[in-house]
């Protein structure tokens, strides 16, 4: 079982910046794939970006690419969220996701645990 709690949510202007983190609990989170989806109102939820549970391999929707940094600390049971160049379709509450496999898969039905999610709101 995992718990995950996210945080570093808030307002921001446009081409602004934002870290998130997400606080994992479990002695086995070194061995979860870890992820950040996000659902804007009225919009599915969507993936972001995906870690493996080394960090070795990292993947991106293609929306935040190039923008956005995902990455993890096994030792502090930590994934982060690096979110640079800011736009209000960015605008979503974003939640931390954790699975059991061991490859980033997109399709959010796949994943096994989730957090409660922290607003993100861009303005322009």
């Known amino acids: 079982q995992v718990q995950l709690v996210e945080s570093g949510g808030g307002s921001v202007q446009a081409a602004g910046s934002l870290r998130l983190s997400c606080a994992a609990s479990?002695?086995?989170?070194?061995?979860?794939?870890m992820g950040w989806f996000r659902q804007a109102p009225g919009k599915e939820r969507e993936f972001v970006a995906g870690?493996?549970?080394?960090?070795?391999?990292?993947q991106y929707a293609d929306s935040v690419k190039g923008r956005f940094t995902i990455s993890r600390d096994n030792g502090k049971n930590m994934v982060y969220l690096q979110m640079n160049s800011l736009k209000v379709e960015d605008t979503a509450v974003y939640y931390c996701?954790?699975?059991?496999?061991?490859?980033?898969?997109?399709?959010?039905?796949?994943?096994?645990?989730w957090g409660q999610g922290t607003q993100v709101t861009v303005s322009s």
């Open positions: 996701a954790a699975d059991r496999g061991i490859f980033v898969i997109r399709d959010r039905g796949a994943w096994n645990y």
């Open positions: 479990g002695r086995t989170f070194s061995t979860y794939t």
């Open positions: 870690i493996t549970w080394s960090g070795g391999s990292t």
